[in-house]
């Protein structure tokens, strides 16, 4: 009886071993070092740039104007693929990992706000001699993106806006549990894979788009040592600014040309915030895909890009067509110009005969 037992218990002890060896990896209880994530998920056209200590992980790709591209929370500069296939002949796409997330990892003091984030993405375009830009940003990028237009206006030509932060809302669950007082201690330590699977299942409007490649990505670069604490601290400061009356604001204040693009269905910003858009910016250019999610620029990256790039390239062929109408009428006035004095010439001609 005592050998059964014994022999029981032994057998649940090493399946019990087993199971954990096997699920170790899908839990996220062990970081992945930078060298793993390098060597799985740096880009041919990957570069690195230290701004402040920090080593930022970016692309610089194409001719043309410039696109200054942020991503959005728990995200990475993949996530403008589709948008480098689809417009990249017609710009140069720079886009990078935000600090706290992606190859790119914590900053130095792992402190975050608006301001610090809008600081970096200044610098960051300075040390590339960036001058003059269009700004696009999704979610979390969003916001950094129309701080950044309100503090620098002079820099952005215009700016695109993909279900961007900007008004109170509630903050959606699984990133809810990082900011939980007790929780936030137990996800710096254990993030499951499946949360990520969730996670994407809720931004996205068609979950059948989701793959096991994407999901990876998006939970192994969590695991880089030192994302899971950068993310804590990330919700702690975007939950200060949720409950901000003073921070959407600000909103009205906004100068440069904006183009909001927002999926229909997105769970994670809602779909009525396009109405506040609207109200506080008349002027925006507004476009909402129905069936899609939080990330248009994943779900539909042609769609998407390619009304971008109508948008930015109309304004384009207005600014060439007052150019032309400009040179017409110089021209205009030079020719009569040209034929008065000719008049006058043949007059005084007559008058010498």
């Known amino acids: 009886m005592i050998k059964t037992k014994t022999i029981t218990i032994l057998c649940i002890i090493i399946v019990a071993t ?9 839990l996220g209880i062990r970081d992945i070092s930078l060298e793993e994530l390098k060597a799985k998920y740096e880009k041919s056209e990957s570069k690195y740039i230290n701004i402040n200590g920090t080593d930022i992980h970016y692309c610089d790709q194409g001719q043309g104007p410039v696109i200054v591209a942020l991503h959005g929370i728990v995200d990475s500069l993949h996530t403008w693929d589709g948008w480098v296939e689809a417009i990249g002949p017609h710009y140069r796409i720079v886009r ?3 600090p706290g997330f992606g190859l790119t990892g914590p900053l130095k003091d792992d402190r975050y706000s608006q301001k610090v984030f809008v600081e970096f993405v200044d610098k960051f375009v300075t040390a590339l001699d960036i001058d003059q830009f269009i700004i696009a940003g999704n979610s979390l990028g969003g916001a950094i993106a129309w701080n950044y237009a309100l503090q620098f206006p002079e820099k952005v030509d215009k700016m695109i806006l993909i279900d961007p932060a900007g008004y109170p809302m509630e903050i959606p669950w699984p990133l809810k549990l990082t900011a939980m007082p007790v929780i936030k201690y137990i996800a710096a330590m254990i993030t499951p894979r499946f949360i990520y699977a969730m996670s994407l299942k809720q931004v996205l409007g068609d979950p059948g788009k ?7 990505r998006h939970y192994e670069l969590n695991l880089r040592p030192g994302n899971r604490k950068a993310l804590i601290n990330i919700m702690d400061s975007l939950k200060k600014y949720n409950t901000d009356p003073s921070f959407s604001k600000a909103i009205k204040g906004i100068s440069v040309p904006t183009m909001l693009l927002w999926g229909e269905k997105d769970s994670w910003i ?8 609207q109200r ?4 925006i250019r507004v476009i909402v895909y129905e069936g899609v999610g939080h990330i248009p620029q994943v779900e539909i990256p042609a769609r998407s890009a390619n009304d971008v790039h109508q948008w930015l390239s109309a304004d384009q062929q207005q600014d060439s067509s007052a150019v032309k109408a400009n040179y017409l009428f110089v021209l205009k006035i030079l020719s009569g110009v040209l034929l008065l004095i000719l008049g006058l010439y ?3 001609k007559k008058k010498k005969v």
């Open 18 to 26: 087993c199971s954990a060896i096997y699920y170790f990896d899908e």
């Open 96 to 98: 990078m990992d935000i």
């Open 280 to 283: 506080d910016l008349p002027d």
């Open 346 to 348: 043949i007059v005084w």
């Open 270 to 277: 809602p779909v009525s915030h396009v109405s506040l858009w």
């Open 210 to 216: 989701i793959t096991d490649e994407m999901i990876d």
